[in-house]
């Protein structure tokens, strides 16, 4: 079907809305969209999350997804890397590249992406408490290949608040995380205009029990927390609010899903136009990245897993996403297979290639219900977040346990709903069989612990251990005297310090700290 005289800005009336008053998509407060056109001249990236084992398995898994289609690429660190440990620390047991990929040095980040042309891809770092420190060895690697950092394209999560609120990997106080989430937005800005600073994400919390509607107010909550640190430590809202990202996720009730991300987009809009009157308009467009619903995915006849992961992954196509990420069938019972992690991909080719949507622009413009839902979503979350703000804001709230708090309560609910048997789900409490569990799952080979740690042992040894004390030395003097500590990571992971010496500087300087439950 010819989609071309569909309602776009080209038929606008002089005002740039349409018949009804509604702004038409690329045009305030972006409701629509946040392009004139959206899909019917770029596609969404098709960024698949991988990470496993060691850098090397996990380069090849990423040369195997570009091979198939994938259009940029997304990094998963294991629990180790993500909490600033090095695959040799006594905490690091049991850990090394089990949910993702162990990166302990310089060497490490180069075998990740060997053979890949940094300048060329875009690279999505799921990091948050050492972001800094991984996008130092990421900068490193550049340097050492080459390459200018003005062509370095991607993002780094670097969204510290939602690990207080929802998922625990965190490392030191708030105020001392939110300095280094600051200062790598100052030095992004300075070196990388191209790089996505910082990925303010409802998915975790979405993950942890809330509701549509809470995941729209807290991650907007935590976005407008940042914002007003970046411009207490000096940044314009213009310098860095053009390159802020957004990570939602994509749940089962697919009108409701298409309606959070527009309004999200909208109120997002508001939000920043009232409070911070930035004078380009790229500062107050939201842009996201969507995962599908791991929460929503069953051991249970796990292939019923491909229908769920379509539907959502349609959902956020309906919604406007910039990229989207599908989960595989099989993530519910371990590691994906290249099998199921290559049907993932497939589904997201097949919404772009043979189902029409990306023709037409937000094409549930205009119904009843999806209107509806979308103005209903906004106001309710813009009366969640002004109560936050009424409280002290994000960052507030978090150390009183609040948004934890909200949380829970959500999850119980739902927990009990399920339990109850008042929401249904397909092949876990209607619709079940007696079949066994599928037994898949990539499996590990156990023997890449031992590898992983040998590595780093060498490295230790090889390194100049002189040069590696000198550069830490220089890395804790400008974390006392609160001086940016970009440039000193950079050097530090160039002269051979591992990621666990660098975030050891750090706590040591900043402390840690214990979030309260919300309990």
Same mark, same amino acid.
């Given at each position: 079907?010819? $989609?071309s005289?569909v ?7 002089a005002?740039?809305?349409? &018949?009804?008053?509604?702004?038409? *998509? ?10 004139s056109? !959206?899909?019917?001249s770029?596609?969404?990236t098709m960024?698949?999350y991988?990470?496993?084992s ?13 091979d198939?289609?994938q ?8 629990l *180790?890397?993500?909490l ?7 905490h690091?047991?049991?850990?090394v ?7 302990? &040095?310089?060497?490490d ?9 940094l300048?060329?891809?875009s690279t ?7 972001a800094?420190?991984i ?13 200018d $950092?003005?062509?370095?394209?991607? #993002? ?7 690990e ?36 303010i994400?409802?998915?975790?919390m979405r ?17 407008l927390q940042?914002? &007003?640190s ?16 957004f990570f ?18 909208m ?7 009232? @409070?911070?009157?930035?004078t380009?308009?790229?500062?107050a467009?939201?842009?996201f990245?969507?995962? &599908?619903?791991?929460?929503?995915? #069953? ?8 229908? $769920? ?10 919604g ?6 599908t989960?595989?069938f099989?993530?519910?019972?371990g590691l ?5 992690? #290559? ?7 097949i919404i ?5 949507v *990306?023709n ?5 413009a ?9 103005s ?28 934890q ?13 399920i339990?109850s048997?008042?929401?249904g ?7 079940t069989?007696?079949e ?6 990539l ?10 740690i040998?590595r ?7 390194r ?16 006392i005297e609160? @001086? @940016?500590?970009m440039e000193p ?16 500087? !750090? ?8 979030s *309260?439950s919300?309990?």
């Amino acid at each position: 079907m010819d $989609r071309s005289n569909v309602a776009t800005p080209e038929t606008a009336s002089a005002e740039g809305h349409d &018949t009804e008053g509604h702004p038409f *998509p690329g045009m305030p407060p972006y409701t629509r969209g946040i392009h004139s056109d !959206m899909y019917r001249s770029k596609l969404w990236t098709m960024r698949q999350y991988a990470g496993f084992s060691t850098a090397k398995d996990t380069n090849q898994r990423f040369k195997k997804l570009l091979d198939n289609g994938q259009t940029g690429l997304s990094v998963a660190f294991d629990l *180790p890397t993500q909490l600033g440990l090095d695959s040799d620390h006594p905490h690091s047991l049991g850990e090394v590249g089990r949910v993702g990929v162990p990166i302990d &040095t310089l060497d490490d980040m180069k075998e990740l992406f060997d053979s890949m042309d940094l300048s060329k891809i875009s690279t999505s770092m799921t990091i948050n408490a050492p972001a800094t420190s991984i996008l130092a060895m990421y900068v490193a690697a550049a340097d050492d290949a080459g390459i200018d $950092r003005s062509k370095l394209k991607g #993002t780094v999560q670097n969204d510290i608040l939602k690990e207080y609120i929802a998922r625990g990997l965190y490392i030191y106080p708030p105020e001392q995380s939110i300095r280094l989430t600051t200062d790598l937005m100052q030095w992004c800005y300075e070196n990388t205009p191209s790089w996505n600073t910082i990925s303010i994400s409802g998915y975790h919390m979405r993950e942890a029990g809330c509701t549509a509607v809470e995941e729209v107010a807290l991650t907007l909550s935590n976005a407008l927390q940042y914002v &007003t640190s970046a411009i207490d430590s000096g940044l314009n809202i213009d310098c860095f609010a053009p390159r802020m990202s957004f990570f939602f996720s994509s749940h089962n009730d697919f009108l409701e899903e298409v309606s959070k991300f527009r309004a999200a987009r909208m109120l997002w809009h508001d939000l920043i136009m009232e @409070n911070f009157e930035p004078t380009n308009p790229r500062s107050a467009q939201l842009r996201f990245h969507t995962q &599908t619903a791991g929460v929503t995915l #069953t051991a249970q006849q796990p292939l019923n897993n491909t229908v $769920r992961v379509a539907y959502q992954a349609l959902s956020a196509v309906f919604g406007g996403t910039q990229s989207l990420h599908t989960n595989s069938f099989d993530e519910a019972i371990g590691l994906p297979t290249e099998e199921a992690v #290559t049907i993932a991909l497939r589904t997201q080719q097949i919404i772009a290639e043979e189902t029409g949507v *990306p023709n037409s622009v937000d094409p549930l413009a205009g119904s009843y219900l999806v209107e509806e839902m979308t103005s209903r979503i906004a106001y309710e979350a813009r009366k969640m977040i002004d109560n936050i703000e009424n409280k002290g804001g994000a960052l507030t709230c978090v150390k009183a346990g609040v948004q934890q708090r909200v949380i829970h309560e959500s999850a119980w609910k739902n927990l009990n709903s399920i339990e109850s048997g008042e929401t249904g789900v397909v092949g876990v409490n209607i619709h079940t069989d007696d079949e066994d569990l599928h037994d898949s799952g990539l499996k590990i080979d156990p023997q890449n612990t031992k590898r992983c740690i040998e590595r780093l042992q060498s490295h230790k040894a090889s390194r100049d251990s002189a040069k590696v004390d000198a550069v830490l030395a220089n890395l804790r003097k400008v974390c006392i005297e609160g @001086n @940016n500590v970009m440039e000193p990571l950079i050097d530090a992971a160039k002269a051979g310090a591992t990621i666990g010496e660098m975030n050891d500087i !750090m706590r040591d300087v900043f402390g840690t700290w214990v979030s *309260p439950s919300g309990v």
